[in-house]
Nanobody, 115 residues
């Protein structure tokens, strides 16, 4: 089993920045891809960004150029830095980790972008 705990969410003004952090624990060996998803009220969950074991990254078009995903391979911590935040970025952000084909999810952290 892999446990994921997100942190770093909160209320931020439009144009502001935020860094989300995800700490993996448990059977963290062999975790390959880690990522972030988000779900806004009334909407389906969507991919935000992923990072593989060789640090290849992918981003949703909606956050590309404004967000950076990084990871520490030793500690299995994945961070998502988000800049130039918009009200439409408001959502619950979930961390994911894949291990032997199984996807693990964190419980999520709320990000609210409002003046």
């Amino acid at each position: 089993q892999v446990q994921l705990v997100e942190s770093g969410g909160g209320l931020v003004q439009p144009g502001g920045s935020l860094t989300l952090s995800c700490a993996a624990s448990g059977n963290i060996a062999a975790i390959d891809t880690m990522g972030w998803y988000r779900q806004a009220p009334g909407k389906e969950r969507e991919l935000v960004a992923t990072i593989t074991s060789d640090d290849t990254t992918t981003y949703a078009d909606s956050v590309k150029g404004r967000s950076t995903i990084t990871r520490d391979h030793a500690s299995k911590v994945a961070n998502l830095q988000m800049n130039s935040l918009k009200p439409e970025d408001t959502a619950v952000y979930y961390c994911t980790a894949r291990r032997f084909g199984r996807i693990y999810w964190g419980r999520g952290t709320q990000v609210s972008v409002s003046a």
